[in-house]
């Protein structure tokens, strides 16, 4: 798992590599949260992620919560298959 | 965390084959008397705990068939659908793709071939011919009408899980992936309010709940047990949602009434199957076979130290050291035994999996062909068993291909026109022995022996008895036979079979009788680590036999010796029992003892006096195999440490036997004249 991150002008884009799954979400959670609030737009690229479970949907539901709270711009730029599907598995609960 | 699921995983797979393999048994018990209810109970175990398990790892492509599979097994419980031929042929091919996916499993993941989706595609095909809603989705609702008893039901399904759940290595998504198989999720809704502020929030965690309509033909016991894994960390709550019914004639009301019996009948029956299975559980532990083997090797190591310190004992005029180190002695031995006796497994297992094999084989063939097993409690070591399989395989294919004639030739030669196999082992004098008999046509000796002539492997004037011309077809020159009518393709590969056996230190032999069918016996070693030895000395030297071919002793007076020596064999009770004298065997110098002694030695059918100088008694005796140096040694076996230290040699009976029993074969020529060698 690995977290690619760029800034430019008022946005964050932040890249996931790898599992966004319980084996991941501490780290990633302590890596991202942060994140959220940081700039006025936050761009998450879920394209690289190889698999994703229960505690990586939770994840991205308290990303956007904390999103809407910091008044930041959140979008998807890319989601795997893995990622679109779990999505579609619980009708995109989140995002 | 990775590691210990690594594991259970493992566990998972392990206990799915064997369930798949008790599964297998089942059907083919089930094919034999349908009306077998507890076969049929059993078999839906199997499934439902593979399906079960399988969720647990999220493993969605075995659960996805399995409960396919286990949909048909519970009508054929419930009495919907009845055995038949094709079912159990279908059943027995879904158990065959279920291992199929559980080894891609194994395999890390390995997706199926293209060949084994297809096989999985078709099974669920024709799976769908017994399963009322696969089969009828054109008029659904009329034959659901019908039947009564699979309406759709609209389920609210509440789902709210425990913050432990992942930590316990369970996802709550599998669940709705599950619940995907089971029928039409046509809500679902993620709670996700329930996470707290972020300062509290714990990524590891659970906060999720949801809200899921599934319109499904599931009963509510069913979507019940899809939750029973997380009963203890998860509100789970399953209601029918009374909705405008498809069918007018059916309420929603009785619909839910219908679902209630259904739950109640089968609770009781959960029950029962929980309290069968517990005690299984405790009776066994898994053990590491490589741990096995470390524990078999440290005690034939403390058997040799406890026989030194014993040996020091007796030397140091001491009772109380002398008694100490008997009882320490005593208890080796148990724990000796005990230890052996952990190895050993009954053979049955291995017998058991060759039903199929004759069922698929006979069928092929199409030969009816019954196979009749005894002996199945019978012990060996695990090391043997696993090997003996291939061979025993093989034995039973050719019985099967070549000894068993078609169902016509069977009734022309006023037999019953169904075949009989059979699988016997019982113990034998410390070996065991595994008979495959047929009741087929016997072997043709007059082709065989023009076969061997042929093939230069017996000299055109020799005079062989029948035994010996049978057991021509295990050598190896033999099996590249053409296709010689009713002889074709029998012998082929026997020269493989034979040699597997020899490396267990085992032999293999036939008997045939034209017309009436053949027989194969197999002898064995009961283990390959220990035996029970008897000591002899020779000189300074000392040899081993094993206990378990000993029969008896004699004394070899004056009178006898002079004669018995010119001769090569001794009058045992009126007995011709020809002898070895061990000291020239092995060119022992020096003359011999004063006194001899014969120890009478019996292997299979055949029996021989060994002459030795000295008795020494019986001696447990672990088994040192001999170097590679010493490899092409014959009648000589391995060795063993004694307590003194000193090494002594352990014979091979059977060749030295053999050795003989050749000798004589070249000596006697006539056929008639009385073999020297008893039987």
Same mark, same amino acid.
């Given at each position: 798992?690995?977290?690619?991150? =760029?800034?430019?002008?008022?946005?964050?884009?932040v890249?996931i590599?790898?599992?966004?799954?319980?084996?991941?979400?501490?780290?990633?959670?302590?890596?991202?949260?942060?994140?959220?609030?940081?700039?006025?737009r936050?761009?998450?690229?879920?394209?690289?992620?190889?698999?994703?479970?229960?505690?990586?949907l939770?994840?991205?539901?308290?990303? =956007?919560?904390?999103?809407?709270?910091?008044?930041?711009?959140?979008?998807?730029?890319?989601?795997?298959?893995?990622?679109?599907?779990?999505?579609?598995?619980?009708?995109?609960?989140?995002? | 965390?990775?590691?210990?699921?690594?594991?259970?995983?493992?566990?998972?797979?392990?206990?799915?084959r064997?369930?798949?393999?008790?599964?297998?048994?089942?059907?083919?018990?089930?094919?034999?008397?349908?009306?077998?209810?507890?076969?049929?109970?059993?078999?839906?175990?199997?499934?439902?705990?593979?399906?079960?398990?399988?969720?647990?790892?999220?493993?969605?492509?075995?659960?996805?068939?399995?409960?396919?599979?286990?949909?048909?097994?519970? +009508?054929?419980?419930?009495?919907? #659908?009845?055995?038949?031929?094709?079912?159990?042929?279908?059943?027995?091919?879904?158990?065959?793709?279920?291992?199929e /996916?559980?080894?891609?499993?194994?395999? +890390?993941?390995?997706?199926?071939?293209?060949?084994?989706?297809?096989?999985?595609?078709?099974?669920?095909?024709?799976?769908?011919?017994?399963?009322?809603?696969?089969?009828?989705?054109?008029?659904?609702?009329?034959?659901?009408?019908a039947?009564?008893?699979?309406?759709?039901?609209?389920?609210?399904?509440?789902?709210?899980?425990?913050?432990?759940?992942?930590?316990?290595?369970?996802?709550?998504?599998?669940?709705?992936?599950?619940?995907?198989?089971?029928?039409?999720?046509v %809500?679902?809704?993620?709670?996700?309010?329930?996470?707290?502020?972020?300062?509290?929030?714990?990524?590891e965690?659970?906060?999720?709940?949801?809200?899921?309509?599934?319109?499904?033909?599931?009963?509510?016991?069913?979507?019940n047990?899809?939750?029973?894994?997380?009963?203890?960390?998860?509100?789970?709550?399953?209601?029918?949602?009374?909705?405008?019914?498809?069918?007018?004639?059916?309420?929603?009301?009785?619909?839910?009434?219908?679902?209630?019996?259904?739950?109640?009948?089968?609770?009781?029956?959960?029950?029962?199957?929980?309290?069968?299975?517990?005690?299984?559980?405790?009776?066994?532990?898994?053990?590491?076979?490589?741990?096995?083997? *470390?524990?078999?090797?440290?005690?034939?190591?403390?058997?040799?130290?406890?026989?030194?310190?014993?040996?020091?004992?007796?030397?140091?005029?001491?009772?109380?050291?002398h008694?100490?180190?008997?009882?320490?002695?005593? /208890?080796?031995?148990?724990?000796?035994d005990?230890?052996?006796?952990?190895?050993? #497994?009954?053979?049955?297992?291995?017998?058991?999996?060759?039903?199929?094999?004759?069922?698929?084989?006979?069928? *092929?063939?199409?030969?009816?062909?019954?196979?009749?097993?005894?002996?199945?409690?019978?012990?060996?070591?695990?090391?043997?068993?696993?090997?003996?399989?291939?061979?025993?395989?093989?034995?039973?294919r050719?019985?099967m291909?070549?000894?068993?004639?078609?169902?016509?030739?069977?009734?022309?030669?006023?037999?019953?026109?169904?075949?009989?196999?059979?699988?016997?082992?019982?113990?034998?004098?410390?070996?065991?022995?595994?008979?495959?008999?047929?009741?087929?046509?016997?072997?043709?000796?007059?082709?065989?022996?023009?076969?061997?002539?042929?093939?230069?492997?017996?000299?055109?004037?020799?005079?062989?008895?029948?035994?010996?011309?049978?057991?021509?077809?295990?050598?190896?020159?033999?099996?590249?036979?053409?296709?010689?009518?009713?002889?074709?393709?029998?012998?082929?590969?026997?020269?493989?079979?034979?040699?597997n #056996?020899?490396?267990?230190?085992?032999?293999?032999?036939?008997?045939?009788r034209?017309?009436?069918?053949?027989?194969?016996? #197999?002898?064995?070693?009961?283990?390959?680590?220990?035996?029970?030895?008897?000591?002899?000395? &020779?000189?300074?030297a000392?040899?081993?036999?094993?206990?378990?071919?000993?029969?008896?002793?004699?004394? !070899?007076?004056?009178?006898?010796r002079?004669?018995s020596?010119? %001769?090569?064999?001794?009058?045992?009770?009126?007995?011709?029992?020809? !002898?070895?004298?061990?000291?020239?065997?092995?060119?022992?110098?020096?003359?011999?003892?004063?006194?001899?002694?014969?120890?009478?030695? +019996?292997?299979?059918?055949?029996?021989?006096?060994?002459v030795?100088?000295?008795?020494?008694?019986?001696?447990?005796?672990?088994?040192?195999?001999?170097?590679?140096?010493?490899?092409?040694?014959?009648? &000589?076996?391995?060795?063993?440490?004694?307590?003194?230290?000193?090494?002594?040699?352990?014979l091979?009976v059977?060749?030295?036997?053999?050795?003989?029993? %050749?000798?004589?074969?070249?000596?006697?020529?006539?056929?008639?004249?009385?073999?020297?060698?008893?039987?």
């Amino acid at each position: 798992m690995s977290i690619t991150h =760029e800034t430019t002008d008022d946005t964050a884009r932040v890249g996931i590599e790898g599992e966004l799954t319980i084996y991941t979400v501490a780290e990633l959670a302590a890596a991202l949260l942060p994140q959220v609030g940081a700039a006025a737009r936050l761009e998450l690229d879920l394209s690289q992620v190889t698999e994703m479970d229960g505690a990586g949907l939770q994840l991205l539901a308290v990303i =956007e919560r904390e999103a809407g709270i910091n008044g930041t711009a959140l979008s998807l730029t890319g989601q795997s298959q893995a990622v679109t599907q779990t999505l579609q598995l619980c009708r995109g609960a989140a995002l | 965390m990775s590691i210990n699921l690594d594991q259970a995983q493992q566990t998972f797979i392990v206990e799915a084959r064997e369930l798949l393999q008790a599964m297998e048994q089942s059907l083919l018990q089930l094919e034999n008397e349908p009306d077998d209810q507890d076969a049929i109970g059993a078999i839906f175990r199997a499934a439902h705990t593979i399906k079960g398990s399988a969720g647990l790892f999220g493993l969605a492509p075995i659960v996805g068939f399995t409960h396919i599979v286990e949909d048909v097994l519970d +009508r054929l419980r419930d009495g919907d #659908i009845a055995v038949d031929a094709d079912l159990i042929a279908l059943l027995l091919k879904c158990g065959d793709h279920m291992l199929e /996916l559980i080894d891609v499993v194994a395999s +890390r993941g390995e997706a199926l071939t293209p060949a084994a989706l297809q096989r999985g595609e078709a099974l669920r095909e024709a799976l769908g011919v017994y399963h009322p809603l696969h089969a009828t989705t054109a008029d659904a609702v009329t034959a659901k009408a019908a039947d009564g008893e699979s309406a759709e039901v609209l389920w609210h399904i509440s789902l709210r899980f425990g913050a432990d759940v992942y930590r316990n290595g369970m996802d709550p998504l599998s669940f709705l992936r599950y619940l995907q198989t089971l029928g039409q999720m046509v %809500q679902v809704d993620t709670l996700t309010d329930s996470i707290p502020a972020l300062e509290n929030f714990d990524p590891e965690s659970c906060y999720l709940g949801f809200e899921i309509d599934l319109r499904s033909t599931a009963s509510h016991a069913t979507l019940n047990e899809v939750f029973d894994f997380v009963r203890d960390e998860c509100e789970v709550q399953i209601t029918a949602v009374d909705e405008a019914p498809i069918n007018p004639a059916s309420t929603g009301t009785e619909l839910v009434t219908q679902a209630e019996p259904t739950h109640r009948s089968t609770a009781p029956q959960r029950v029962a199957t929980a309290s069968e299975a517990k005690p299984r559980d405790g009776n066994y532990v898994r053990v590491n076979a490589d741990k096995l083997d *470390e524990l078999i090797n440290l005690v034939g190591e403390l058997v040799i130290a406890s026989a030194g310190a014993s040996l020091l004992a007796r030397s140091c005029n001491h009772d109380p050291l002398h008694e100490a180190t008997s009882t320490v002695s005593g /208890l080796v031995e148990e724990i000796l035994d005990g230890a052996l006796h952990l190895r050993m #497994i009954p053979i049955g297992d291995t017998f058991n999996r060759f039903r199929r094999v004759v069922r698929d084989v006979s069928q *092929e063939l199409g030969k009816d062909i019954d196979l009749l097993i005894s002996g199945a409690e019978t012990e060996l070591d695990k090391t043997v068993v696993e090997k003996i399989g291939d061979p025993l395989m093989h034995l039973l294919r050719n019985a099967m291909d070549h000894g068993i004639e078609s169902a016509e030739a069977r009734r022309a030669a006023g037999k019953s026109s169904k075949g009989h196999l059979s699988l016997n082992a019982y113990h034998d004098s410390g070996s065991i022995v595994i008979e495959i008999a047929d009741d087929g046509a016997g072997l043709n000796r007059e082709r065989i022996l023009e076969k061997a002539q042929e093939r230069g492997l017996v000299a055109s004037g020799a005079v062989l008895s029948d035994q010996e011309i049978y057991n021509l077809i295990f050598e190896a020159g033999f099996s590249t036979a053409e296709a010689v009518t009713n002889l074709s393709g029998r012998g082929v590969g026997m020269d493989v079979v034979k040699r597997n #056996i020899t490396l267990l230190r085992g032999t293999v032999d036939l008997d045939s009788r034209p017309g009436q069918g053949t027989v194969v016996r #197999i002898r064995l070693p009961l283990t390959l680590a220990i035996i029970n030895g008897f000591l002899v000395g &020779i000189d300074q030297a000392t040899y081993v036999i094993p206990l378990d071919m000993v029969q008896e002793c004699i004394e !070899l007076d004056e009178p006898q010796r002079d004669s018995s020596r010119e %001769q090569g064999y001794l009058d045992l009770r009126g007995e011709v029992l020809p !002898l070895v004298h061990l000291r020239d065997h092995f060119n022992h110098e020096g003359p011999a003892a004063r006194r001899q002694n014969v120890v009478v030695v +019996r292997y299979a059918e055949h029996k021989a006096g060994l002459v030795v100088d000295d008795l020494l008694g019986e001696f447990q005796t672990v088994i040192k195999p001999l170097g590679k140096l010493f490899g092409a040694l014959r009648g &000589i076996s391995g060795s063993t440490i004694l307590g003194s230290g000193a090494v002594a040699l352990i014979l091979d009976v059977p060749a030295l036997l053999n050795q003989l029993v %050749q000798m004589e074969a070249r000596t006697a020529q006539a056929p008639q004249s009385p073999l020297v060698v008893a039987r």
